[in-house]
């Protein structure tokens, strides 16, 4: 099984910058892609940026321009660096990895609990 903790969420002003850090334990082979979701109160989850094997970033139009994703193999880590902070992103961060646990070519993805982002003055 694969452990995913979330972490840098908190209360920010709007405009201000957060980084939030996803960090994977247990016993991985290998993490192929990563992912950062989020969820407001009453809307659906909805993914906001992801990252290949290859580092190839993806995000939503939403966040386009102000969040960077990356990753750091050797530590089995996923960063979501957020800046220009709206309220409308205030949400609950989730992080998502597709790994390996078994010596067999096969791939599961995990979550993690979730960190709470809330963008206010």
């Known amino acids: 099984q694969v452990q995913l903790r979330e972490s840098g969420g908190g209360l920010v002003r709007p405009g201000g910058s957060l980084r939030l850090s996803c960090v994977a334990a247990?016993?991985?082979?290998?993490?192929?892609?990563w992912d950062w979701y989020r969820q407001a109160p009453g809307n659906q989850r909805e993914l906001v940026a992801t990252?290949?094997?290859?580092?190839?970033?993806n995000y939503a139009d939403s966040v386009k321009g102000r969040f960077t994703i990356s990753r750091d193999n050797l530590e089995k880590t996923a960063y979501l660096q957020m800046s220009s902070l709206k309220p409308e992103d205030t949400a609950v961060y989730f992080c998502?990895?597709?790994?390996?646990?078994?010596?067999?070519?096969?791939?599961?993805?995990?979550w993690g609990q979730g960190t709470q982002v809330t963008v206010s003055s």
């Open positions: 990252i290949t094997a290859g580092g190839t970033p």
């Open positions: 247990g016993t991985i082979f290998g993490i192929k892609g």
């Open positions: 998502s990895c597709s790994a390996r646990t078994t010596l067999a070519y096969q791939w599961d993805d995990f």
